[in-house]
Nanobody, 119 residues
């Protein structure tokens, strides 16, 4: 089992930026970010391959969010720019396999970090 710990959430105004980090207890395969908006199901945000060469994004965040990883430090980052109120959610770091786009491909989850975007 891999322990994942997120940090960097908080409150930001619409149009602002925020960076989320996730520290893994050891080297991982594919990694991803998911989010759960208030009253909704958990949804895919972005994923990255084991080497970092391939990245994938949900249509709602493409062009605004950037996922990256540092395999020397076992860390995952989500840079979020031009944030919108609809980005408000609990954000979860995840470790899994293949091209992660669904919770079915996730083996380990972080505890989550709250991001709130005010209008």
């Amino acid at each position: 089992q891999i322990q994942l710990v997120e940090s960097g959430g908080g409150l930001v105004q619409a149009g602002g930026s925020l960076s989320l980090s996730c520290a893994a207890s050891r080297r991982t395969n594919s990694m991803a970010w998911f989010r759960r908006p208030p009253g909704k199901e958990r949804e895919f945000v972005a994923s990255i391959s084991s080497t970092g060469a391939l990245t994938f994004y949900a249509a709602s965040v493409k062009g605004r969010f950037t996922i990256s990883r540092d395999n020397d430090k076992n860390t995952l980052t989500l840079q979020m720019n031009n944030l919108k109120p609809e980005d408000t959610a609990e954000y979860y770091c995840a470790s899994g396999w293949g091209k992660i786009e669904s919770p079915d491909q996730v083996g380990d989850w972080g505890q989550g970090t709250q991001v709130t975007v005010s209008s």
